[in-house]
């Protein structure tokens, strides 16, 4: 089957947009092509997204693909897609109602009072995982006290990647990642009754899909799918894990999880490191953040993920982009960003703290508050723009930190991935920040790619993770950032100066809310 004609097609559904990816067996990305999905922001925290549109979308996406990817190469198609949220369906398989997404805080009084309860304490023990607003069990619990009509109507309760691939195949599962996150047993690797009751979800569980494992388990693409893009009939689909566990085995954490630690920067950050087993896990007294399984053995993926990690960049970004608009200048981001990285490699530090908590939905790690809010500290008439943009890099690596100290432990090296990951004066300022090495991904689709190496040891092309990120990931030649000595004493103290800032700051938030 070793054949690098052979190509397996990788979907990864995000928040806004879509990306469909070719590989070929010897880990080479032939080509990728995009798609935007919209989703809306209403009142009261909620946030949601069109479920039919999302499917559309994708669809087109792979069309887009199968014009440049010869159709008789396919072998196979992977899914993995954003986490969290709740994706609802009907016996006939329709949505029952727009997609609750992860950045949807309407839950945030459900989640808590919860977290106030003391049998909160040992849902924490046994899930390992901060209840927080963007998971599907307190969004489930707000529909049921002030909803349900529409949990009647539903079947089952899926997520992002669970929905496109039921769209593809017709079976109704989700990830062993997805599923202990939510409702599990982490130690057991499935569902618990005990997590369930807890949550007060007992007679909604039939709502909880099977749980399939994409390492070794595969559906057929639907006939109908299968005719009209021209390949062949019975081609396997893959269910991927979790996109944040993805992200880590494209970013080549099975290739050396011993000196390594991870950081994702994208929409959302997430910060952590692989467990070789349970009980390397460090759980913290404010119960925050998310552990769940590894595509390999019985590894454990221990994380801090704050709620918003890129959407700061891209905020400062929109209010220069409304500013050309009205002039009638298009800008581009991504050459604006490239003019950006040049300047703030040209300025030093501006001693502005940046606090990166610019969602909506607050924040979930390494501390959970939904009132939680954005804010510059230490703002003067001398400072610009690039002054302003250069703290949301400095306050991101500042939360990256925060996350990374909650856990407990970090590897000599971090392996950066995200949209960031490519732009110097961001790996500069977080190598630094951390007083670690940064090694941005080898991938820039790592989320993709990730999807794509569990479908080629799912078809048997390697005989697990560490054997294909051997193979595919061949980053000896991408450059390694280390810590500026000259600028370590600056970021100690802006560190210190930002948890100051941050306590003083905070008994504002539900004042201001």
Not at 14 to 28: H, N, P, Q, R
Not at 59 to 83: P, W
Not at 99 to 107: E, I, M, P
Request: net charge negative.
């Amino acid at each position: 089957m070793n054949n690098s004609s052979e190509v397996i097609i990788s979907i990864d559904a995000g928040t806004s947009i879509i990306k469909t990816v070719a590989f070929d067996l010897e880990g080479k990305l032939l080509a990728s092509t995009t798609r935007t999905n919209d989703y809306s922001i209403l009142e009261h925290g909620c946030v949601i997204q069109d479920m039919d549109k999302t499917w559309d979308k994708t669809i087109q996406c792979l069309r887009d693909l199968l014009e440049i990817i010869d159709h008789k190469n396919i072998i196979a198609f992977s899914v993995t897609g954003q986490g969290d949220g709740t994706w609802l369906i009907d016996n006939d398989g329709k949505s029952t109602h727009p997609a609750l997404l992860w950045l949807d805080s309407r839950s945030s009084n459900i989640v808590n009072k919860l977290r106030k309860d003391p049998n909160d304490v040992e849902r924490y023990n046994i899930n390992m995982t901060g209840l927080m607003s963007c998971h599907q069990g307190p969004q489930l619990i707000w529909f049921k006290e002030n909803n349900k009509e529409i949990l009647q109507r539903s079947v089952k309760a899926l997520h992002c990647k669970d929905w496109i691939y039921y769209n593809l195949t017709g079976e109704i599962v989700t990830d062993p990642s997805e599923a202990i996150v939510s409702y599990g047993d982490l130690e057991k690797r499935c569902y618990s009754d005990e997590v369930i009751e807890i949550l007060g979800l007992t007679s909604q569980k039939y709502l909880l899909p099977e749980i399939s494992n994409g390492l070794y388990e595969s559906h057929p693409l639907k006939k109908e799918i299968s005719k009209d893009f021209n390949v062949k009939i019975g081609t396997p689909v893959i269910l991927g894990y979790i996109d944040g566990i993805c992200t880590q085995v494209g970013a080549g954490m099975s290739k050396n999880d011993k000196e390594n630690c991870f950081s994702i920067v994208g929409s959302t950050g997430g910060h952590g490191i692989i467990r070789k087993s349970l009980n390397e896990v460090k759980l913290n007294s404010q119960r925050t953040g998310f552990c769940t399984v590894y595509p390999e053995g019985f590894k454990i993926v221990q994380t801090q993920s704050h709620m918003s990690a890129t959407l700061n960049i891209d905020w400062l970004f929109q209010i220069a982009s409304d500013l050309f608009d009205r002039n009638g200048i298009n800008v581009d981001k991504n050459e604006f960003l490239k003019d950006i990285d040049q300047h703030i490699l040209e300025i030093p530090p501006s001693n502005i703290i940046f606090h990166p908590f610019i969602s909506s939905a607050g924040e979930r790690g390494p501390f959970i508050n939904s009132d939680a809010r954005a804010s510059f500290v230490g703002l003067n008439s001398q400072h610009g723009y690039f002054d302003l943009m250069r703290s949301v890099f400095e306050g991101l690596a500042m939360a990256a930190k925060h996350c990374f100290l909650s856990i407990g432990s970090m590897g000599s090296t971090v392996i950066l991935s995200g949209g960031v990951s490519k732009n110097e004066s961001f790996c500069k300022i977080y190598s630094t920040a951390l007083n670690k090495k940064v090694k941005p991904a080898f991938y820039s689709e790592a989320g993709a790619a990730g999807a794509a190496m569990i479908a080629a040891v799912n078809l048997g092309v390697f005989s697990d993770l560490k054997s294909c990120s051997q193979k595919w990931i061949q980053d000896n030649h991408i450059s390694v950032y280390k810590p500026d000595p000259d600028f370590r004493g600056y970021y100690d103290k802006l560190y210190e100066n930002y948890l100051e800032s941050l306590k003083r700051v905070e008994p504002l938030w539900g004042k201001i809310k």
